[in-house]
């Protein structure tokens, strides 16, 4: 999401943030909350309702029995309760299965209990329970400290407990948080891959996540006030996350780890901050997926991900505004764990860093010093916010469009939002690239167009983007597991499902440049040469 407008007049101000709240909005369908009491769980303390065999690196057998294991249907939120009722956080963004994490947590409650999910398929129940805690005294946490230079947030609570993921396999998890009182939260924590090699690897966000997190007052788009200027200009992650615990994974991710879970393909999992501290990871992945928003990316992430492409490591970006952000990350203490993003944005010259660093600036991508669109990574540009428009097919006869049954000129109604990515001749982008989807919308009162694109590099990597925000709530469309999802029907969610279908079993099997039909370089023919000319200039953003 662009700031460059945030400072030119309130009505541009007050947009800024109704985006913001938007995206909240959106979010805070996901995780199907109704009204209702938690029951009680008796067992001892650190005991796994299921048996599951503990392991260091996911195989082919283990991931297969894991896929087979009953799912456990209650992991909904069904009672979040007032303000403070429960909520927690982690001592980490992701651990590997056996490490040992810390867990912080103030209730009103007398007593809690903790449930560990893993998000999957499972037989269309989406979760399973891997792990659940005796009842754990309550306590209400000491009130939040406030760093008056960057107005970052930091809760600075006593640990509560300690758990090993111990038998917990790779993947995505929520740890839910059942106080006595029956209301209930969601802590997010990836149990990472240390390796991906000959796997698709589904790269979660927490550092988007972080950013938009308002819990305390504050994120890096608004202060306590609601203004742009008294925003964050770092945060951490020492805090609860704002809502229900995970909206944003909920909204943005989940569906397409469900979705991929389900196919069957091998899998790793791993997170943006993973990826900038130990590369390695990526080292022989088949694929990288990107999810739904993943805005915020340190320099070093994105190097080693290009990295990856150019050995031949395929790239889906399955949402929109991808990369947009330069951050920087910081440290707890001398050598400590990663506990802070920092991204001063258009206060960028304030930062402290910058009298030594002086081409790190935690600003967009595309803004100089060391100016580097996003666009030369993911082949299509952030364009703005907001827009509601159908997605509009082009290149019907794409491989990726095979058994959709979609013809040239095809539609599906509110596809394409809140933000949208677009190709945008004139910025820098590899090249051939097909644009197979394009799609007339208005934004501010502005004629444009959001592009779904896909490119190869001589390597063999073929990169995919979606070039719609939309596009994993879209996988829910139609299903009731997302509220309405902005009015996106079944039709548009079976449409969604089998497209994201193509690209991951294509992406799974190694360099889709090798082994799926070369892009039509078709960029001048769709906008012109008088359309590039006049479409090079900055973007709404």
């Known amino acids: 999401m662009g700031d460059d407008a945030a400072n030119q007049g309130d009505g541009e101000h007050a947009g800024r943030l109704d985006r913001r709240r938007f995206l909240g909005a959106a979010a ?17 303390a650190g005991e796994g309702p299921e048996a599951a065999p503990s392991r260091t690196g996911a195989d082919s057998t283990d991931a297969a029995a894991e896929r087979a294991r009953s799912g456990s249907a209650d992991w909904r939120i069904r009672s979040v309760g007032p303000p403070g009722a429960i909520e927690g956080y982690t001592d980490t963004v992701s651990v590997e299965p056996g490490d040992e994490f810390g867990l912080y947590v103030s209730t009103t409650a007398p007593g809690f209990r903790v449930r560990a999910y893993r998000v999957g398929w499972y037989g269309g129940a989406r979760a399973r329970l891997v792990w659940h805690s005796g009842r754990v005294a309550g306590r209400v946490q000491r009130d939040p400290h406030l760093d008056t230079f960057t107005d970052t947030v930091r809760a600075d609570w006593d640990r509560t407990l300690a758990v090993r993921a111990d038998g917990w396999p790779e993947g995505a998890y929520l740890l839910r948080l059942d106080a006595s009182s029956g209301h209930q939260r969601y802590v997010p924590l990836i149990v990472r891959s240390p390796s991906a090699a000959g796997r698709t690897l589904l790269m979660h966000a927490p550092a988007t996540w972080q950013a938009y997190n308002l819990w305390g007052g504050y994120n890096l788009y608004e202060g306590k006030d609601g203004a742009y200027g008294t925003r964050s200009l770092a945060v951490s992650f020492d805090r609860p996350y704002d809502g229900n615990g995970a909206d944003t994974f909920l909204t943005y991710e989940r569906a397409a780890v469900v979705l991929a879970e389900r196919l069957g393909i091998p899998l790793a999992y791993t997170t943006g901050i993973d990826v900038h501290l130990a590369p390695s990871v990526l080292r022989g992945a088949s694929a990288v997926v990107s999810l739904g928003h993943d805005e915020y990316w340190t320099p070093e992430q994105r190097r080693h991900v290009t990295r990856a492409r150019d050995s031949g490591t395929n790239l889906a970006f399955l949402g929109a505004n991808t990369c947009f952000r330069r951050i ?49 990574l993911t082949g299509v540009l ?9 997605y509009v097919v082009h290149g019907a006869d794409h491989w990726i469009f ?3 049954g979609v013809r040239r000129g095809d539609s599906f109604d509110h596809l394409v939002g809140v933000e949208y990515d677009r190709v945008t001749p004139g910025q820098p982008t590899p090249s051939p690239l097909e644009i197979v989807a394009h799609s007339p919308l208005v934004c501010e009162g502005r004629d444009s167009h959001a592009d779904s694109a896909y490119y190869t590099v001589p390597g063999g990597a073929g990169v995919f983007a979606s070039g719609t925000m939309r596009w ?40 889709a440049g090798r082994t799926r039909p070369a892009p039509e370089d078709n960029v001048r023919r769709v906008y012109g040469d008088a359309a590039a000319e006049s479409r090079a200039s900055a973007p709404v953003i």
């Open 402 to 404: 095979e058994g959709t």
């Open 28 to 44: 805070a369908g996901a995780a199907g909350i109704a009204v209702g009491a938690v029951a009680g769980c008796d067992s001892p």
């Open 328 to 376: 920087r990350l910081e440290r707890e203490g001398d050598g400590g764990p990663v506990r802070t993003v920092v991204c001063f944005k258009t206060d960028h010259e304030k930062d402290p860093y910058l009298v030594e660093h002086r081409t790190m600036a935690t600003t967009d991508f595309r803004v100089p010093p060391a100016a580097d669109p996003e666009s030369s």
């Open 472 to 511: 994993v709530e879209g996988l829910m469309a139609g299903s009731g597991e997302n509220g309405r999802n902005h009015g996106m029907d079944a039709r548009t969610g079976a449409f969604v499902t089998r497209v994201t279908e193509n690209v991951l079993r294509a992406f799974a099997e190694g360099p």
């Open 382 to 390: 952030y364009e703005g916010f907001p827009t509601d428009a159908p």
